[in-house]
């Protein structure tokens, strides 16, 4: 059974920092590209970062571009979102989500963790 | 970006009805259109891939159709477990978009 933990999610300042760590169980992990999607609260779906199975390639969605990494690590099966200069409209619900075969074709997605930039 | 409108925003409809939702992309974007169903509290979870190929395990009752800019989803017979918030998503170009969501009620 495929599984996606997310953790790493918290209260923080604006200007700060957080990194997102996402666990993947169920499925060859080094094979897929993956995805960070997230929700404000009571919003739609917004796709934030995707990086390739090798972890070669990343894409950025224009409101995290310089702001955001995403990185991978497939000797651990862990997926990362390293977020900085936070700004309070990054407050979100953040999912990490398997692309099925291509970049953005989501089959699986964790729980979600929470992040919260509040003074 | 590719921007990806959906209709109704909401809809209320009974147990055993039709249901059709509609998603419009701002260009062309060939067949390469994902549905979702979320429910409260929960993570999304694919329904529909390359716009009319049904995802393992759900039910035959959602059937998906569209290509270039117009799109479909459709529950044949509404079943209690239907009743949540469905998003369209394209992705043909980076970076991928979802509609603003449609969620369904009970009537």
């Known amino acids: 059974e495929v599984q996606l933990l997310e953790s790493g999610g918290a209260l923080v300042q604006p200007g700060g920092s957080l990194r997102l760590s996402c666990a993947g169980s169920?499925?060859?992990?080094?094979?897929?590209?993956m995805s960070w999607v997230r929700q404000a609260p009571g919003k739609g779906l917004e796709w934030v970062a995707a990086?390739?199975?090798?972890?070669?390639?990343?894409y950025y969605a224009d409101s995290v571009k310089g702001r955001f990494t995403i990185s991978r690590d497939n000797s651990k099966n862990t997926l990362f979102l390293q977020m900085n200069s936070l700004r309070a409209e990054d407050t979100a619900i953040y999912y990490c989500?398997?692309?099925?075969?291509?970049?953005?074709?989501?089959?699986?997605w964790g729980q979600g963790t929470l992040v919260t930039v509040s003074s | 970006d590719i921007q990806m409108t959906q209709s109704p925003s909401s809809l209320s409809a009974s147990v055993g009805d039709r249901v059709t939702i509609t998603c419009r992309a701002s260009?062309?974007?060939?067949?390469?259109l994902n549905w979702y169903q979320q429910k409260p509290g929960k993570a999304p979870t694919l329904l529909i891939y390359?716009?009319?190929s049904l995802q393992g395990g759900v039910p035959s009752r959602f059937s998906g159709s569209g290509s270039g800019t117009d799109f479909t989803l459709t529950i044949s017979s509404l079943q209690p477990e239907d009743f949540a918030t469905y998003y369209c998503?394209?992705?043909?170009?980076?970076?991928?978009?979802f509609g603003q969501g449609t969620q369904v009620e009970i009537k």
């Open positions: 989500a398997k692309s099925k075969s291509g970049w953005y074709d989501f089959d699986h």
């Open positions: 169920g499925f060859t992990f080094s094979s897929y590209a």
């Open positions: 990086i390739s199975y090798s972890g070669g390639t990343t």
């Open positions: 260009q062309t974007i060939s067949s390469s």
């Open positions: 390359a716009a009319s």
């Open positions: 998503q394209q992705i043909y170009r980076t970076p991928s978009t």
